[in-house]
């Protein structure tokens, strides 16, 4: 059976499906064409349910319900894992609502959390997220929302924290920060989803058994990264929630559901 699936270039990602893509692990009976995309690019492609299986923003799942379930298994979530907003000068709040920002993509978690944080900053523009460090630094926006890799890197090129916007959540919540998940078509036979699921689960818990040795699968995906950032990112982004939600991740999904008014009826992951 072949399957389409999509997932983002980051070492988190590659890290996770790289038993699958290499066929570490025995994938029988099925079969994937991996596409590799930056999280907006993904959230559109679930927007147009084109793909599969699909890596996509927790803030955008709500948006496809009626398409997507999310697996338990592939996903990230955690706590100190959230985007964090920077700027060139030091942090000042007086006339925040005056200030552009430059956003990951509309439909992105990090979006999601930045308006939870700071709903009066309203004059946001999308760049790729790999982009919005050099944004802010030449002056195009004010400010700047970082994910992945990033918030290792924006205080050597001489730009402040304004906020974390995950810590926000998690003070305000309790709760870990959903930030993206795997989500699989629900026309999808439940069994089949189980065992996708469950292929997931062994590819991470090979690439911990063989870590903190980077395959060339993540190395020539992540070439700009030197590889201890690469690390910092798998250390960070691969937890246990990357295995399974578990309760508390169930509820912080459930919660962002909540503040965005979601009230379908469907059921949020597969049994």
């Known amino acids: 059976m072949k399957l389409r699936i999509g997932i983002s270039p980051c070492p988190n990602d590659t890290f996770i499906f790289d038993a699958m893509y290499s066929k570490l692990i025995d994938i029988s009976p099925f079969e994937f064409e991996f596409v590799f995309a930056d999280v907006e690019t993904l959230n559109q492609l679930a927007a147009r349910s084109e793909l599969d299986i699909i890596k996509l923003s927790y803030a955008n799942y709500f948006n496809v319900l009626d398409n997507y379930i999310m697996l338990r298994s592939g996903g990230a979530m955690g706590e100190g894992v959230g985007p964090i907003l920077i700027g060139k000068q030091i942090a000042n709040f007086e006339n925040i609502s005056s200030l552009s920002v430059a956003i990951p993509g509309i439909h992105t978690t990090a979006n999601f ?159």
């Open 113 to 271: 959390l930045l308006s939870y944080a700071l709903p009066q900053l309203k004059n946001k523009i999308p760049f790729t997220f790999s982009l919005i460090e050099e944004t802010v630094l030449q002056g195009q926006t004010d400010l700047g929302v970082i994910i992945h890799e990033n918030r290792f890197t924006y205080q050597e090129k001489g730009l402040h924290k304004w906020m974390d916007l995950g810590e926000y959540w998690e003070q305000k919540t309790k709760l870990p920060i959903p930030l993206g998940g795997i989500a699989i078509k629900r026309k999808i036979d439940s069994n089949l989803q189980q065992q996708i699921n469950h292929l997931i689960k062994q590819s991470i818990l090979f690439a911990q058994h063989r870590y903190p040795v980077l395959s060339d699968f993540i190395t020539q995906h992540s070439q700009e990264m030197s590889e201890e950032v690469m690390k910092k990112h798998i250390n960070l982004y691969v937890n246990t929630y990357s295995i399974e939600p578990g309760e508390k991740g169930i509820k912080a999904v459930e919660m962002m559901g909540e503040i965005l008014h979601h009230n379908s009826q469907h059921t949020l992951f597969i049994n």
